[in-house]
């Protein structure tokens, strides 16, 4: 969004799509029948639909350990995590993410990870008691039943224009941006000492 624009740029932050992100690190041993075991690391990686963050390069002496990411020369480092859902979430996938936002949020520090549904049932309760890790949930409408002409169809690319003819989902993706920019731009820590 244009409204970001300014604060990434200060920031030297990009929007990704898509993205892997380092999400934990797991030692193991190369020869458990050895006398003396050699540790053996792996990073793990977990795709994610929107980060906001930097593009960082990898130390040299980690690059062997990086499992299933391609880019093992740089690393992403998120301020923002977006997962997105376009219909019918139930509490599974929210307590999932959840669970997801916790471990990145182990390695990360200051980071904020939302999730945006588009059109579920849920009611506010349920949402924020399975999404515990969670910073913030968007639920642009609540639909209930499955004939409710609030239900969108199939999502096809393209699509966001005629959504956002929506009040309801454009008033929600406004206040989505506007806590994306307040949270890039407030830090977490206040204090007079200088930084």
């Not at 960082?56 to 690393?75: E, H």
């Not at 209930?144 to 096809?156: E, N, V």
Request: hydrophobic share 35%; charged share 30%; proline share 5%.
């Amino acid at each position: 969004s244009d409204r970001l624009k300014s604060s990434l740029d200060v920031m030297g932050l990009t929007v990704e799509s898509g993205v892997k992100i380092m999400s934990d690190l797991v030692c193991t041993y190369a020869d458990q029948a050895s006398e003396e075991p050699i540790a053996c690391p792996t990073l793990g990686f977990l795709q994610q639909d929107i980060a906001i963050g930097k593009w960082v390069k990898m130390p040299q002496a980690l690059q062997d350990y990086v499992s299933n990411t391609s880019k093992k020369s740089l690393i992403f480092i998120p301020r923002i995590v977006i997962e997105v859902k376009y219909k019918g979430v139930d509490s599974h996938p929210v307590m999932t993410y959840s669970e997801i936002s916790g471990r990145l949020k182990a390695v990360y520090q200051n980071l904020r990870y939302y999730f945006l549904i588009r059109c579920g049932s849920k009611d506010p309760v349920t949402l924020e008691r399975h999404g515990r890790n969670l910073d913030q949930i968007y639920q642009l409408v609540r639909a209930r039943g499955k004939k409710s002409k609030q239900w969108p169809g199939r999502y096809k690319p393209g699509d966001l224009d005629i959504h956002l003819r929506d009040e309801k989902v454009r008033s929600g993706i406004d206040e989505l941006v506007n806590d994306i920019k307040v949270d890039l731009e407030r830090p977490k820590v206040r204090t007079t000492e200088p930084m």
